[in-house]
């Protein structure tokens, strides 16, 4: 299975920030691991998350549920968490 790797998002993050702005780097680097891992958890050797689909969604919510980036406005995060919720 193909993985986000930590680096990536990294990179990914550089390439927001060049284009959009913002400031550089994470609020806490264990709610990126958090993020990034969640969708591998297991109970008694089961997948919470079966399918490569709802490793991808689970992987998506953490990371924007989170807003491990610095520099998001609080209106953003606001936004993003109820659009989510419905």
Do not use: W
Not at 10 to 34: I, P, Y
């Amino acid at each position: 299975m193909i993985t986000l790797e930590k680096e990536q998002v990294k990179r990914l993050n550089q390439r927001l920030l060049d284009a959009t702005g913002g400031l550089d780097g994470f609020r806490d680097e264990a709610m990126l691991d958090s993020a990034l891992s969640a969708a591998f958890q297991t109970f008694d050797g089961v997948d919470h998350y079966p399918s490569t689909a709802a490793k991808i969604a689970r992987t998506a919510y953490g990371l924007v549920c989170n807003i491990v980036r610095l520099g998001v406005p609080f209106e953003l995060r606001m936004n993003t968490e109820r659009g989510l919720q419905r």
